[in-house]
């Protein structure tokens, strides 16, 4: 077996029961992913596919972004 650093840190975290504390943090219920918070992120994403490679290839945000999210809602200060 090759012994990585990750191997490492899963095998230390290896609990009594055989189940690292990865894998129980893993298997938490989520409550945050709401259908709220799935449309709030649906939003962002459409927001950003629009103009995401430009920004890539440009390696640019215009200013005029801020406002435009904001005026989507999905910046604020």
């Known amino acids: ?3 990585t650093a990750e191997t490492y840190i899963v095998d230390a975290a290896r609990t ?3 189940v690292t504390i990865f ?3 893993r ?3 989520r409550t945050l992913r709401t259908a709220d918070h799935e449309a709030y ?3 962002v994403r459409e927001f950003l596919a629009r103009d ?3 920004w890539e290839r440009e390696r640019w945000i215009e200013r005029s972004v801020y ?3 904001a005026k989507a809602g999905i910046y604020a200060l």
């Open 41 to 43: 992120r649906e939003t």
């Open 1 to 3: 077996m090759i012994c």
């Open 67 to 69: 406002p435009q999210a």
């Open 23 to 25: 894998e129980r943090i």
């Open 16 to 18: 009594a029961v055989g």
């Open 52 to 54: 995401h490679q430009d």
């Open 27 to 29: 298997s938490v219920q």
